[in-house]
């Protein structure tokens, strides 16, 4: 009997289980899970993936009609890799999901957490925003179980991706999440490389003050060979010198690191020296001047104008010039007059007068 007749035999097995009769008032759930399994393997092994497709569906849907949540979520889990096979992932996401909350149910969260993560491997390279969320739901599920080292791991593998997206603002949330797991479990050497590239996000973010504050707060966990480098490199970003930053990121440890902090400090925005005044020249490829349309019609009002206001300014100046010379004449007659004219007389003179007069009549 070649598989595809095993597998259809099992599918009748399993339609038969689901039939009601009058002795027979509920489904067999159980069995007929039992036997849409059996067949999905034999079309697996027959390579007739849509017909496995359709099995794995049917099993889960009767393991949780009769609540047996661990097998439904195995059911799923393998459909995932039936998907894989076909190509069909845009249903993948989904289906790790649904499996996720089974596996929940059942009361295994970390069986959950694994299908996420082997769910957002296969969509890592083609769908990275998709896997993101599925890294970033594994992670939440396991530190809800406290293990903050697995949940360290897969924050680790959110954070990349968000680099890898170029969303340097949420990277930067994600690392600094990622030191304080490492902090639990006090793994010192996993903080000081990701202080590293927390410095390394904050500079792709054009945000120095930032980068400087993540090495002061979390380079004390960094060995010396980094501290210097990082010192180096915050020096250089502060005093605008681009070799000197250059240098800084040719650095042995940065290009080990992972592939996307070594891609992000390869495509890093170096320091340029900027001018608060800018260099005396002629801009480069600069618009001419505007010149209005009516700039000789006002010119020419203008010169106008201006003649006149000279012609009156200097009628003035003639007059005051006059009225000056003038009072200066007037000044000078006056003074002659009274140069002119004696001194009244004196009152004892004019008694002598009077006595001499008086005799004289005598």
């Not at 004390?220 to 250059?246: G, K």
């Not at 040719?250 to 390869?266: C, G, Q, T, W």
């Not at 006002?298 to 005051?320: C, H, M, Y």
């Amino acid at each position: 009997m070649s598989k595809i007749e095993e597998a259809n035999a099992h599918i009748r097995q399993a339609e038969k289980s689901l039939k009601t009769t009058l002795l027979k008032w509920r489904p067999d759930f159980e069995v007929a899970a039992d036997a849409y399994t059996l067949a999905a393997t034999c079309f697996r092994i027959a390579k007739d993936y849509q017909q496995c497709k359709e099995c794995l569906i049917k099993g889960a849907d009767c393991f949780k009609q009769n609540k047996s949540w661990f097998h439904a979520a195995k059911n799923l889990e393998q459909l995932l890799l039936i998907l894989k096979e076909m190509g069909q992932l845009s249903e993948v996401p989904k289906l790790a999901h649904n499996a996720c909350s089974l596996y929940q149910q059942h009361g295994s969260p970390e069986s959950g957490a694994n299908v996420l993560d082997k769910a957002a491997k296969m969509l890592e390279s083609t769908m990275p925003e998709q896997a993101l969320e599925l890294y970033q739901r594994a992670a939440d599920v396991v530190i809800g179980e406290d293990s903050p080292r697995q949940a360290a791991e897969y924050m680790s593998k959110v954070a990349r991706i968000l680099v890898k997206l170029g969303k340097y603002d949420q990277a930067a949330d994600a690392v600094r999440r990622e030191i304080g797991m490492h902090q639990q479990i006090n793994h010192q050497p996993s903080v000081g490389r990701l202080a590293v590239a927390l410095v390394l996000i904050q500079l792709a973010r054009f945000d120095q003050v930032a980068a400087e504050k993540a090495f002061k707060e979390w380079g004390n966990y960094c060995d010396a060979p980094e501290v210097q480098t990082l010192e180096m490199l915050l020096q250089a970003y502060d005093n605008e010198d681009a070799d000197a930053a250059r240098s800084a990121l040719n650095s042995p440890f940065i290009k080990h690191m992972d592939v996307e902090y070594a891609r992000l400090a390869r495509g890093l925005p170096l320091p340029q020296q900027e001018y608060a005044v800018p260099p005396v020249g002629v801009r480069a490829n600069a618009a001419p001047s505007y010149i209005s349309p009516n700039a000789n019609k006002v010119t020419g009002q203008a010169t106008v104008e201006a003649e006149v206001n000279q012609d009156e300014l200097s009628s003035s100046l003639v007059e005051i010039e006059e009225s000056m010379k003038s009072t200066a004449i007037e000044s000078q007659f006056e003074s002659k007059l009274e140069i002119s004219q004696p001194p009244p007389p004196s009152i004892e003179s004019k008694e002598e007068d009077d006595k001499d007069y008086d005799g004289g009549l005598c």
